[in-house]
């Protein structure tokens, strides 16, 4: 025991030493030594960091899709509308200007 304290009488500790030791295997660990060498390797790993972003972003775009075409829906649905409420009105509009043609032709001349 005597051997492990220091000239103050505490006694040494060695868990600072072995924190740093632990935190370098960690970030060591995280890229392996052929994912520093090979570009390959590198853009794999990079890629798989970038895949869960990636795809949130295509959820995101295509929800952005989803909606601009039911805006297009709708935009041409109205319009749609608006071309055959154009279209009826001018139907019936032409239609009483034939009966009224037909019936002052047909008023005009002895039946």
Do not use: C, F, H
Not at 32 to 42: C, L, M, Q, T, V
Not at 45 to 73: F, G, K
């Amino acid at each position: 025991m005597a051997a492990s304290k220091t000239k103050t009488g505490k006694t040494a500790t060695r868990s600072k030493t072995k924190s740093r030791a632990g935190s370098a295997t960690k970030r060591g660990s995280k890229r392996s030594p052929s994912a520093r060498g090979n570009p390959i390797d590198a853009a794999l790993a990079r890629l798989e960091r970038d895949i869960p972003r990636l795809l949130r972003q295509l959820r995101r775009n295509v929800q952005d899709l989803q909606r601009q075409v039911a805006r297009a829906r709708d935009d041409g649905e109205k319009r749609w509308q608006t071309a055959e409420r154009k279209l009826k009105q001018d139907a019936n509009r032409l239609r009483s200007r034939l009966e009224g043609a037909i019936g002052r032709v047909r008023g005009g001349r002895p039946a």
